[in-house]
Nanobody, 124 residues
Framework: QAQLVQSGGGLVQAGGSLRLTCAAS????????MGWFRQTPGQEREFVVG????????YYNDFARGRFTISRDNAKNMVFLQMNSLKPEDTAIYYC?????????????????WGQGTQVTVSS
């Protein structure tokens, strides 16, 4: 069964960095676009960044641009989210997602597979 397993996250002080990892298993996701989303209590899941199947195209939400970096290693079936200069407002549960398409989407409903989520907490 195909699944995405996340690791990383945790507690960090404002200005610090974290790296999230999303590992795919059960099938290859090398032809899937990938995305990272985040969600806070009572809020809808929010698009953070997406990457095309070969890494050639990325798109960042405004709040992530310049601070976050998405990358992927198709040989290892893994996607990464490097988060720098973290702010308290970045506190959320972060989810990786895969869609059966070459290119990313900002829509939650466009994705077919989801990771289990990982908590990121940024203290002030």
């Amino acid at each position: 069964q195909a699944q995405l397993v996340q690791s990383g996250g945790g507690l960090v002080q404002a200005g610090g960095s974290l790296r999230l990892t999303c590992a795919a298993s059960g099938r290859t996701f090398s032809r899937h676009a990938m995305g990272w989303f985040r969600q806070t209590p009572g809020q809808e899941r929010e698009f953070v960044v997406g990457i095309s199947w070969n890494g050639g195209s990325t798109y960042y939400n405004d709040f992530a641009r310049g601070r976050f970096t998405i990358s992927r290693d198709n040989a290892k079936n893994m996607v990464f989210l490097q988060m720098n200069s973290l702010k308290p407002e970045d506190t959320a549960i972060y989810y990786c997602a895969a869609r059966e398409d070459d290119y990313w989407s900002v829509l939650v409903t466009a994705y077919d597979y989801w990771g289990q989520g990982t908590q990121v907490t940024v203290s002030s």
